[in-house]
């Protein structure tokens, strides 16, 4: 696979963020934008998840557009708690994703969370193509719901023994829903050992 990778700059609602835009060989089908891990534990555009669904969004034949939230890496501004990342992603998407193409929505954990915030602020105007939720925070915070008609575009993947958000709080937030989630056997949060899995779970998504 021919990826091209390049750096780039946002201007967010606290300043500058910094990203990387992978490209495929081709003329992409859309744009990709990836939300990744919280930012007080370490989570940065670098993380193995994000990269991992990067790789698929790029292999699928998509623009990958992986940022850092502000107050992480050269970034500016600071952490807000969920709130004005949503506000960080909403601005990513409406630089790198022109609105008359194609979008997807991706994130992991805090970043899953904050992308169900932003994917209800762009809406009814801009409506994803296709969503990505990977060990998606909730319980702690307030991950909005994916609106009916989105549930066939979505794809929710949760590792069973993820001790970080546990399976039992995402069902409890799919439930009400009726929210497919698919569940890898004896994943973690990290999915350590199951990246090959997520890849193509991610991939057989994206092709559906």
């Known amino acids: 696979m021919n990826t091209q990778v390049s750096s780039a700059v946002f201007h967010g609602p606290a300043g500058d963020l910094e990203a990387l835009v992978s490209s495929p060989a081709d003329t992409p089908r859309g744009t990709a934008v990836i939300a990744h891990p919280h930012p007080q534990f370490g989570g940065t555009m670098t993380n193995k998840v994000v990269h991992t669904i990067a790789r698929a969004c790029v292999q699928a034949g998509w623009r990958a557009v992986r940022f850092n939230f502000r107050g992480v890496g050269a970034s500016q501004g600071s952490y807000d708690e969920g709130r004005g990342e949503a506000l960080d992603l909403v601005a990513v998407v409406e630089q790198a994703a022109p609105a ?47 609106a009916d008609e989105l549930h066939e575009r979505t794809l929710v993947v949760h590792g069973e023994q993820d001790d970080t958000v546990p399976l039992a709080a995402v069902l409890d937030w799919a439930r009400p829903q009726a929210l497919p989630i698919t569940v890898i056997p004896g994943g973690e949060h990290f999915f350590h050992g199951r990246l090959p899995l997520l890849k193509a779970l991610v991939l057989r998504h994206l092709r559906s």
């Open 100 to 146: 008359d193409t194609p979008l997807l929505m991706a994130g992991f954990s805090f970043g899953a969370f904050v992308t169900t915030q932003a994917i209800a602020a762009l809406a009814p105007a801009r409506v994803p193509d296709k969503i990505v939720l990977a060990g998606t925070g909730v319980g702690n915070f307030d991950a909005r719901p994916i």
